[in-house]
Nanobody
Framework: QVQLVESGGGLVQAGGSLRLSCAAS????????AAWFRQAPGKEREFVAA???????YYVDSVKGRFTISRDNAKNTVYLQMNSLKPEDTAVYYC???????????????WGQGTQVTVSS
């Protein structure tokens, strides 16, 4: 079992930056794929970015060039660096992990509690 705890959310102006962290505990995290999803009010949870156990990365088109996912296995932590933030990035951001990388919510069994990101215009 893997437990995930997100941090780093907050309120930022458009054009600003935030870095989200996802700290994992429990089983060895280095062999897991990890991903970030987000859910805006009234919308379904959507894929944002994912990183495989060997550091291959994937992004939704709307964040390419602005967001960077990375992992530090020594710290059991996954990061999401978010630059050039837009009001439409406002959402609760969730960290997820599983043994296989996927781009859908159903691909992941382990989830954090979420962290709020609000981008003001």
């Amino acid at each position: 079992q893997v437990q995930l705890v997100e941090s780093g959310g907050g309120l930022v102006q458009a054009g600003g930056s935030l870095r989200l962290s996802c700290a994992a505990s429990g089983r060895t995290f280095s062999g897991y794929a990890a991903a970030w999803f987000r859910q805006a009010p009234g919308k379904e949870r959507e894929f944002v970015a994912a990183v495989s156990w060997n550091n291959s990365t994937y992004y939704v088109d709307s964040v390419k060039g602005r967001f960077t996912i990375s992992r530090d296995n020594a710290k059991n932590t996954v990061y999401l660096q978010m630059n050039s933030l837009k009001p439409e990035d406002t959402a609760v951001y969730y960290c997820a992990a599983d043994s296989m990388l996927g781009l859908k919510t159903s691909d992941y069994d382990h989830w954090g509690q979420g962290t709020q990101v609000t981008v003001s215009s």
